[in-house]
């Protein structure tokens, strides 16, 4: 007897026991992208499915484009772990996760296939439209968990997402020979500066003006998701201004609210 999924596209179920019950009065307004980060697909089904891993997700995408539902959109999925959005520490209530074959970074990283991602693609517009989440909330696994999380990385094609209307999205200011440079171990009110307009993105930063360890790994995750031609911690002028175009482009804000 065949199972019909949430989606409207083409997928299959392929149940996982790993789910509860989202919490209260809380929307489905996110959409958490991860890869697998495992040797293979098989590997990673098993482990999304496996009571013991306490580890699921919504979907899972194969790299020849097949899509399986492991967890009903009703149901809360686990797969952001500790993370942090705009002020929301529950990011699994409010999310549908997202997870994509990928050896990642730690067995091989390497870029998506095209049928992967043009599943992907019609996977994201299906749920958002559903849903009606807003493009800025389609995010990185690293966006919500800077600290522990690298998933699913720079060479994740956000352009070719925000071509089909998926996500939020500018196309990266150039880099460029400029002295404007941040790094960790400075302090001072350029710092505050960067660390405010991070946090206004949604990430979860304090504004202290000091480039501790923990601004390095948020800049790094926004690099990794934003401009992504150098993920290297360091807040320089392409960095800063890609991130003011993007902020500059939601509609919720204004200049002088977020680069003062």
Same mark, same amino acid.
């Given at each position: 007897?065949?199972?019909?999924?949430?989606?409207?596209?083409?997928?299959?179920?392929?149940?996982?026991?790993?789910?509860?019950?989202?919490?209260?009065?809380?929307?489905?307004?996110?959409?958490?992208?991860?890869?697998?980060?495992?040797?293979?697909?098989? +590997?990673?089904?098993? %482990?999304?499915?496996?009571?013991?891993?306490? !580890?699921? #997700? @919504?979907?899972? $995408?194969?790299? &020849?484009?097949?899509?399986?539902?492991?967890?009903?959109?009703?149901?809360?999925?686990?797969?952001?772990?500790?993370?942090?959005?705009?002020?929301?520490?529950?990011?699994?209530?409010?999310?549908?996760?997202?997870?994509?074959?990928?050896?990642?970074?730690?067995?091989?990283?390497?870029?998506?296939?095209?049928?992967?991602?043009?599943?992907?693609?019609?996977?994201?517009? +299906?749920?958002?439209? %559903?849903?009606?989440?807003?493009?800025?909330? !389609?995010? #990185? @696994?690293?966006? $919500?968990?800077? &600290?522990?999380?690298?998933?699913?990385?720079?060479?994740?094609?956000?352009?070719?997402?925000?071509?089909?209307?998926?996500?939020?999205?500018?196309?990266?200011?150039?880099?460029?020979?400029?002295?404007?440079?941040?790094?960790?171990?400075?302090?001072?009110?350029?710092?505050?500066?960067?660390?405010?307009?991070?946090?206004?993105?949604?990430?979860?930063?304090?504004?202290?003006?000091?480039?501790?360890?923990?601004?390095?790994?948020?800049?790094?995750?926004?690099?990794?998701?934003?401009?992504?031609?150098?993920?290297?911690?360091?807040?320089?002028?392409?960095?800063?201004?890609?991130?003011?175009?993007?902020?500059?482009?939601?509609?919720?804000?204004?200049?002088?609210?977020?680069?003062?």
């Amino acid at each position: 007897m065949s199972v019909a999924t949430d989606t409207g596209i083409k997928a299959k179920v392929h149940p996982s026991p790993n789910h509860g019950q989202r919490a209260s009065g809380a929307p489905i307004d996110m959409v958490i992208v991860h890869y697998t980060g495992m040797e293979t697909g098989r +590997d990673a089904l098993q %482990r999304l499915c496996d009571p013991r891993s306490e !580890v699921s #997700a @919504h979907y899972l $995408i194969e790299e &020849d484009g097949s899509i399986l539902q492991c967890v009903p959109e009703a149901r809360r999925a686990w797969h952001a772990g500790r993370s942090f959005w705009k002020g929301e520490s529950d990011i699994n209530s409010r999310s549908i996760g997202i997870e994509i074959v990928n050896p990642g970074h730690e067995f091989g990283y390497r870029a998506f296939p095209d049928v992967q991602i043009e599943a992907v693609i019609a996977l994201l517009k +299906d749920v958002c439209a %559903r849903h009606a989440i807003e493009p800025w909330m !389609v995010l #990185a @696994h690293s966006d $919500i968990a800077p &600290d522990r999380k690298e998933d699913p990385g720079e060479l994740f094609p956000w352009d070719r997402l925000a071509k089909a209307g998926i996500g939020h999205f500018v196309l990266p200011i150039p880099i460029s020979g400029s002295s404007v440079m941040m790094q960790e171990g400075e302090t001072g009110q350029p710092v505050e500066a960067v660390q405010s307009m991070l946090a206004l993105y949604g990430y979860d930063i304090e504004i202290t003006g000091d480039y501790d360890k923990r601004t390095r790994l948020v800049v790094t995750a926004f690099q990794r998701h934003f401009r992504p031609e150098r993920v290297d911690g360091i807040a320089d002028q392409s960095t800063i201004d890609t991130l003011y175009a993007l902020l500059n482009s939601m509609p919720v804000f204004s200049p002088e609210s977020g680069a003062s």
